[in-house]
């Protein structure tokens, strides 16, 4: 349910008590966020608002095909290994689970683009959902998007091991000392950031993606669909039932490509660059994962032992180039060297460090947990698609509000295609997944046991300690606040109209809100795009409308 009103414990905190004189370069436009030109702040370095404020910082300039090629880096490792799982389920069973996903992420990927393109913030869902479903959903769903992304890294990383394990067992006792190995490299990276992130970004990227059409195209010379991928018996097993054990597994194509909005600080155009390279990058990734799909299931020995290979890619590698098994694998090694948690910090200057650590150090004990208790492995992937099924759902529903409910979307430079039923069909098709984490895994139930408990212990969490503390951010302040205002204004609005119903029908006749909510025309003047007030006196005013103090 859409909240329709800030909580009463939550403190709005001002951008600035005093303005300064601002440089030319400090001025936002004044068509992007409806700021003002004379209005600037001290410390702009923290609350500029081109959301440029960390790429202005940069050496390296980031751009659209930088972005572009994060989302391969991110993503095409689920290409390499673990979605030939789902061919237990039968080749066909599969191919629709893989066009169900695949169709969801793209318009998954089109509705949050829409939203970068007028409403450019970095916090992910959870910026979202702050304004359109309210502080403790917004709360949990923020959650989950960094539960996803943490235990996604441990997948990663577990699945990392595996491959080198692969090709030399004798290592198999040290998967602790590898996994630290990776962590220490990948922090190293990150947090230095600027250029070193962005090149080694690049040749992972390219290398990964070369990779992948090497093998597609190394691969056809040996590709024979009738006699390996034709199998009647293999082709529908355990129908709709099966399919619904599998539908998740399809997402190992495509998780991760969502994520590409938490760069929108990073790129000095982030309302261009980020649609552009999120919405290609989707659908590049749909064409490398339907050409390595069928080219896998066309090559020899055939479907039935295709479920359990740990890097299916080796079936086209080792004819292709005379290799023994063990060598091919050493080539599946580059797609899982850049997980995603951790690409959402990349800059020199303000890195989040602590928080890129604390991340990568829950993500090693989940590591530690599924060496110290193997039978953990099996519900790790299902608790963190989970996570992602609730905060897509979240982003549809936001998606869905803000295009109802906030004007402003309408001036995005990007727009969906599939519009609002787009986003509904991506939401229904993320509750399906859930549906089938629930009650088709054959586990009982005990991934949707184990995603309930964290969600119970996060909301006690929530009221007994992060409720009074929340606070707009900065950069929160000045993207979003305007949503929250608008939003603010529209749900009174609403009320006052039943107000003037009900006051119609009993021959009231003066029936008035004027002292309950924003005028349309002041409303317009506080957050229109032609805006001579400046943020701070949006906060302020919309602090005083909610009885609240802007000193807490």
Request: net charge positive; with cysteine.
């Amino acid at each position: 349910m859409l909240s329709s009103h800030t909580p009463p414990d939550i403190k709005i905190v001002p951008i600035a008590k005093r303005p300064v004189a601002p440089s030319k370069e400090q001025l936002p436009s004044p068509t992007s966020t409806g700021v003002s030109k004379k209005v600037s702040y001290r410390n702009p370095s923290r609350t500029s608002t081109g959301l440029a404020d960390g790429a202005a910082k940069l050496k390296y300039k980031p751009g659209k095909w930088d972005i572009w090629m994060l989302g391969i880096t991110i993503v095409i490792g689920g290409q390499y290994i673990s979605w030939n799982a789902g061919i237990a389920a039968g080749l066909y069973t599969y191919l629709i689970c893989y066009f169900v996903i695949a169709s969801a992420y793209v318009t998954l990927c089109c509705c949050t683009s829409e939203i970068t393109g007028g409403l450019p913030f970095a916090g992910g869902a959870y910026g979202l959902a702050r304004c359109t479903l309210g502080f403790l959903p917004a709360f949990l769903i923020g959650c989950c998007e960094a539960l996803e992304y943490i235990v996604y890294v441990s997948t990663s990383v577990i699945s990392l091991a595996d491959v080198i394990v692969e090709v030399s067992p004798s290592l198999r006792s040290a998967k602790p000392l590898i996994w630290a190995l990776f962590y220490i490299s990948a922090l190293y990276v990150h947090i230095k950031g600027d250029r070193v992130f962005w090149i080694f970004n690049l040749v992972i990227g390219s290398t990964s993606i070369l990779i992948v059409v090497i093998f597609v195209f190394g691969s056809l010379p040996f590709v024979d669909y009738t006699a390996y991928a034709h199998q009647p018996s293999l082709n529908l097993v355990d129908g709709f039932a099966g399919l619904l054990k599998v539908l998740p597994l399809a997402c190992w194509f495509f998780v991760g490509v969502e994520a590409l909005n938490l760069a929108s600080d990073q790129v000095t155009q982030p309302k261009q660059c980020i649609p552009y390279a999120q919405t290609r990058c989707v659908v590049t990734l749909f064409v490398t994962g339907i050409m390595v799909f069928f080219v896998t299931v066309s090559l020899p020995p055939g479907l039935a032992s295709l479920p359990t290979e740990l890097v299916p890619l080796n079936n086209g590698f080792e004819p292709l180039f005379n290799m023994s098994h063990t060598n091919a694998t050493i080539l599946s090694l580059p797609a899982t060297l850049l997980p995603v948690f951790l690409s959402r910090a990349t800059t020199t200057s303000g890195t989040p460090y602590m928080a890129i650590t604390f991340g990568s150090a829950l993500s090693y004990i989940i590591c530690l947990v599924v060496y110290f208790v193997p039978t953990v492995s099996k519900y790790l992937f299902n608790v963190c698609i989970t996570a992602a099924f609730m905060s897509y759902t979240g982003q549809c529903v936001g998606y869905i509000s803000l295009k109802m409910n906030y004007r402003n979307i309408k001036s995005s430079y990007f727009h969906s295609p599939f519009g609002i039923l787009g986003a509904l069909y991506s939401m229904s098709v993320w509750i399906l997944c859930i549906v089938s984490i629930i009650g088709f895994q054959g586990n009982g139930g005990q991934e949707i046991m184990i995603f309930g408990i964290v969600i119970a212990c996060l909301t006690v969490y929530y009221y007994a300690w992060a409720r009074k503390r929340q606070t707009f951010s900065p950069q929160e302040n000045r993207i979003m606040l305007v949503a929250h205002v608008m939003k603010f204004n529209g749900r009174r609005a609403a009320g006052a109209g039943q107000k003037r119903k009900r006051g119609s029908k009993n021959n009231s006749g003066k029936t008035t809100n004027n002292n309950s909510r924003f005028t349309n025309a002041e409303s317009t003047h506080m957050v229109g795009s032609s805006s001579t007030v400046g943020v701070s006196k949006v906060t302020t005013f919309f602090a005083r409308r909610t009885g609240r103090s802007t000193n807490n």
